[in-house]
Each structure stands twice: as C-alpha cells, then as structure tokens.
C-alpha cells in the first residue's frame, strides 16, 4: 500500500518561510509525477507545483517565483519550499503522486495545514 505523509506546515508570519516534505512509503522512481495542491476554507483544492519524472517542474500563476518544488530520490521525499509567503496562502497542502506499472495509481497525502498570520 503507497503512502504519502506530508510534514512542515505550521503557523508563520507574512514575509515568512517554510519548507514542507512528502515521505513516500515506496520509492520515488515508481511516480511519473509528484505535486502540492492546497486547499483554503471554502475554495476548492488548487495546484501549487509539480515535478516529474525528467525533473521538470511546473507551478501555479500565484506561486510568482515564491516556490520551489524539489525531489530527493535518497529519501524518497519530495519537498516545497516556500517564501515570502502570503496570508492568502494559508491553506491545507497536500501532496499527490501518480504512480506508474505495479503502482499505478493516483495517491494522496492527509495534508498538513499552514496558517500565514501576523
């Protein structure tokens, strides 16, 4: 069974940073993809970044260079690291990954919450 367990959120100040990490239970190389959406109260859920297989990344237009989504294939993790952040970004973050061949799949984390407030 894959799991995927997010760690980092917390509570920061407006200008503040924070790093989140999603620990796979498999290795990294069964994902062709490894993202952060986020969900803020009464929005739907958003994508935030996204990496793939090649090391390719995408983020959403809101991220403006803020973000930086990253893989460690040592850890089997893969990590957000985000700044200058933004009341605005408050939101649960979850991360999804899309498994491929034995694993094929469309796997979710249960989030971790970030507040950004003064």
């Known amino acids: 069974q894959v799991q995927l367990v997010e760690s980092g959120g917390g509570l920061v100040q407006p200008g503040g940073f924070l790093r989140l990490s999603c620990a796979a239970s498999?290795?990294?190389?069964?994902?062709?993809?490894m993202s952060w959406y986020r969900q803020a109260p009464g929005k739907e859920r958003e994508f935030v970044a996204g990496?793939?297989?090649?090391?390719?990344?995408y983020y959403g237009d809101f991220v403006k260079g803020r973000f930086t989504i990253s893989r460690d294939h040592a850890k089997d993790t893969v990590d957000l690291q985000m700044n200058s952040l933004k009341p605005d970004d408050t939101a649960v973050y979850y991360c999804?990954?899309?498994?491929?061949?034995?694993?094929?799949?469309?796997?979710w984390g249960q989030g971790t919450q970030v507040t950004v407030s003064s």
């Open positions: 999804n990954s899309v498994g491929w061949g034995h694993y094929e799949g469309d796997y």
């Open positions: 990496i793939y297989s090649d090391d390719s990344t």
């Open positions: 498999i290795s990294i190389s069964n994902f062709n993809v």
